[in-house]
């Protein structure tokens, strides 16, 4: 059996992504919380060793350290043939989702999250531009979605659980889903497998 054990922590959409897809492909793994809030230098030192960088995920694949979450997302598509990886159609589809996202929805959602919170650093100029494009994301997104349940169709792919790991957070950001991504959302929280990030990283 695959030895995988991620290292992660609740406040992070990025690790949320990759245990999401951990959960939902039902691939047995171990966790550990790295507290992304303390000093690099003071994190553990197996981790600091994998992931010199010291940012989470980073997922070990027996032994072998992947660290991004796309690409670790896209590894265990791959890997294990789940999450819309089983073929050629549902890795482009992921990947295409995936890249998407990173420059889009996990761009602007963290950050209008964080000017939700205390506002320090963010002009008002800044906030109304970050807005103009989460608007933009959910028109693309709902294009994406069109009429299927999930980005991947009938059943979640990697694709929704790049998506799920920030617009989980929308309220925190004070944004509003479009109605198509609402259900989604919905869909997603109804899914087997879904728990909190506190719970997907405790301690």
Request: glycine content about 10%; proline content about 8%.
């Amino acid at each position: 059996m695959t030895d995988l054990l991620l290292y992660g922590h609740p406040d992070s959409g990025h690790a949320c992504k990759v245990a999401l897809a951990l959960r939902l492909a039902g691939l047995p793994h171990r966790v550990e919380t790295v507290d992304i809030w303390a000093p690099p230098e003071t994190r553990p030192a197996a981790f600091l060793t994998a992931n010199p960088a010291a940012e989470v995920p980073c997922l070990m694949i027996d032994g072998s350290p992947y660290v991004q979450s796309g690409a670790i997302l896209i590894e265990i598509a791959t890997r294990f043939a789940v999450l819309g990886g089983a073929d050629a159609a549902g890795l482009r589809r992921g990947r295409e989702i995936l890249f998407w996202e990173a420059n889009r929805i996990g761009m602007c959602v963290p950050q209008l999250v964080a000017a939700a919170k205390d506002g320090a650093g963010f002009a008002p100029d800044v906030v109304a531009w970050l807005r103009g494009r989460f608007d933009a994301d959910c028109a693309r997104f709902d294009l994406y979605l069109g009429d299927a349940a999930f980005l991947h169709g009938d059943t979640p792919g990697i694709g929704d659980c790049a998506v799920w790991g920030y617009t989980q957070w929308l309220e925190k950001a004070d944004l509003a889903p479009t109605p198509a991504m609402a259900d989604w959302l919905a869909r997603m929280r109804a899914l087997p497998g879904m728990v909190t990030p506190e719970a997907m990283f405790p301690g």
